[in-house]
């Protein structure tokens, strides 16, 4: 007698206890989601706000922060420091974002990342 397929409650069909294609479906959907929330849970331990950036942005300016904290000198990340105000630096993230830290002696320290073009119409002084 020939094996007849079954009608599963999600609309496939198929042989065997369960629908094959619905479970590899939801194991994906948890694996997402995990490194989803990793990923999130990963921001809590930046000491600037990173949560609206690009994810490329993100790991770069985490790089570059890394290598700031263990004393690396700011001009190997192209950094410059700004004109009107020679105690921020500005280091270059990618072509579109830069990291603006403030030179507190003998330690940099991390303000914020923002878009090249916020940096471009920042007033000096302001």
Partial sequence: MPR???????????YGQSCHR???KQ???ERKKHKKQQWEDSFAKDPIDLSTLPKNV??????????????????????????????VISIPVTRHY????????????????ISHEDYNVRKPGS
């Fill in 98 to 113: 830069r990291l603006l830290c403030r030179d507190r002696g003998s330690i940099l320290v991390p303000e914020e990342v």
């Fill in 27 to 29: 194991a994906s959907w």
């Fill in 58 to 87: 993100v790991i770069k300016a985490r790089r570059i922060i890394a290598g700031l904290e263990s004393q690396r000198d700011y001009r190997e990340y192209r950094g410059k420091r700004l004109r009107h105000d020679r105690f």
């Fill in 22 to 24: 619905c479970e590899q």
């Fill in 4 to 14: 007849r397929k079954k009608k599963f409650p999600c609309g496939h069909s198929g």
